[in-house]
């Protein structure tokens, strides 16, 4: 009998260096997301999963009399609880970035810029890795078209089969692949054994469709009575490793921390950041 061997990985995405230009202009023929279609403009996707980038290391580069910032990147995907609160994982939280900030597309090709003033990771990430989860406070509110994203309630009773996964990642697993990444996707998962006590929840990803490298943060969304409900975010995948070393990261478990099982710590959290 053949032994299946799975590992995990976290699935933020360093894209190395670029100028506050190429930041604008760079990416706009990537692919992302696993298996998925690309959002068009029009789509209502738009207003609900963002573009999150976490600039660091700055290097000024000198050309003549023109001077340059180069920064390394490394790509998200986030959605908001209200205009100012966005919600992503922990793990895209940086304590060494020089910023991190909401890119939204324009209707002339170019990105509107929402840094963010504070970011708070779950207390317990750290020590379990399970609590995957932050919540930003933006600088100033996103434009008034973005769709905030309903949590679900306390008494509310998920019985998840089926999630709607949309994010700015990769569409392939694979290093020696050119995965793309930067343009929003979406896709429809399949959970797999989902309980409402459980801190994360997995979804199938052995038919060629799922989350990936630079999808972290990025929300699970469900229709109830007609509202858009985000019910886990984006945490890691679980992969099989292929036996010539050239691995498929996205291969077998796409997994999401259940929002209903932290309630209480985002509704306290995002009080606190309101305040502010």
Not at 49 to 56: C, D, I, T
Not at 124 to 147: F, T, W
Request: glycine share 8%; with cysteine.
């Amino acid at each position: 009998m053949r032994k299946l061997i799975v590992f995990a990985l976290m699935l933020s995405a360093c894209q190395g260096s670029f100028t506050t230009a190429e930041l604008h202009s760079n990416l706009n023929n990537a692919d992302s997301i696993v298996g998925g279609v690309v959002v068009s403009s029009q789509d209502p996707l738009n207003q609900k999963a963002f573009s999150l980038r976490v600039l660091s290391n700055p290097k000024t580069v000198q050309e003549g009399d023109a001077t340059t910032t180069l920064y390394s990147v490394s790509q998200c995907t986030a959605s908001a609880l209200s205009p100012r609160i966005i919600l992503t994982a922990a793990h895209c939280v940086s304590s060494t970035a020089t910023v991190h900030r909401i890119e939204l597309p324009t209707d002339d090709g170019k990105k509107a810029i929402y840094n963010v003033a504070k970011a708070i990771a779950h207390p317990d990430y750290a020590k379990n890795g399970l609590s995957d989860l932050a919540l930003m406070l933006l600088e100033v509110s996103l434009p008034e078209n973005i769709e905030v994203l309903k949590l679900p309630s306390k008494d509310m009773v998920l019985n998840l089969k089926t999630i709607q996964a949309a994010g700015f990642g990769r569409m392939d697993g694979r290093k020696t692949v050119p995965g793309g990444i930067g343009v929003l996707r979406a896709v429809n998962l399949d959970v797999i054994n989902y309980s409402p006590q459980a801190p994360v929840f997995f979804v199938d990803q052995t038919a060629g469709k799922g989350i990936c490298q630079g999808d972290s943060g990025g929300p699970a969304m469900v229709n109830i009575n007609g509202k858009t409900h985000v019910v886990g975010v984006v945490s890691k995948t679980r992969y099989t490793p292929s036996p010539d070393g050239n691995h498929d990261y996205c291969n077998f478990r796409g997994q999401y921390v259940n929002i209903s099982v932290f309630l209480d710590w985002i509704h306290t959290t995002a009080a606190q950041l309101s305040q502010q």
